[in-house]
């Protein structure tokens, strides 16, 4: 038959396991965020999150991407007909046009993946554009005064024929599109300081 250990020894002990059960439930919790943090850097996604996480506060801070930018000139030719008499005013006059093409940055979503990071790009829009008439224009309005008013509306017209070149053109929406995601590829390695795994997509393909 084993010897009893006195009451009080037994009771000692068992405050001491409940001590130490506590310490160790106290550390663990102390110690859980860091060795979270650090495994998480271990596993490839857990990395590619905070990475993620840094580029998207990048954006935040960024603004607008403008991409490509245009300047075209040209000769705008316009005028006004009335019935009967045929042309009563005309306008020629040079001009030059500038247009940047991009998106907000916000608007740009990135998602961790085991591989990589995910890039979802929205489609490329006009950020800026401006139209204006470079020389004397050489107006003709012997049947009617052309008039300001009229000549603002040749002016405003020609402005969007010019807008309507690039938002209607699928090849320049196409390469600005990717001239993003090329700028976007360089801005990414700059602030996180290394080459990422990138996989870029369109925003409109996204399920």
């Not at 160790?24 to 905070?50: E, H, N």
């Not at 991409?67 to 000139?73: G, L, M």
């Not at 000769?75 to 009335?82: D, K, T």
């Not at 998602?111 to 929205?122: F, R, W």
Request: aromatic share 8%; with cysteine.
């Amino acid at each position: 038959m084993s010897e009893k250990k006195p009451l009080g020894r037994r009771l000692m002990g068992r405050i001491g396991r409940v001590i130490a059960l506590a310490l160790a439930l106290t550390l663990a919790a102390a110690l859980y965020p860091r060795v979270r943090d650090l495994v998480g850097r271990w596993l490839p996604k857990g990395g590619y999150q905070q990475v993620s996480t840094l580029l998207t506060h990048e954006m935040e801070q960024a603004g607008d991407l403008v991409a490509v930018r245009h300047r075209d000139t040209g000769v705008m030719e316009a005028g006004m007909n009335a019935l009967l008499v045929g042309n009563i005013n005309s306008v020629k006059a040079p001009y030059a046009y500038e247009i940047g093409l991009g998106f907000h940055l916000a608007d740009v979503k990135l998602t961790a993946e085991e591989e990589g990071i995910q890039v979802s790009v929205p489609a490329v829009q006009v950020l800026y554009d401006s139209f204006q008439i470079t020389g004397d224009p050489q107006i003709s309005d012997f049947w009617h005064l052309l008039g300001e008013e009229n000549y603002q509306r040749m002016v405003d017209s020609q402005a969007a024929e010019c807008r309507r070149g690039y938002e209607e053109s699928p090849e320049i929406l196409e390469g600005a599109w990717q001239a993003a995601c090329d700028e976007l590829t360089k801005l990414f390695i700059q602030w996180a300081g290394r080459e990422v795994p990138l996989r870029f997509v369109a925003a409109a393909q996204e399920i």
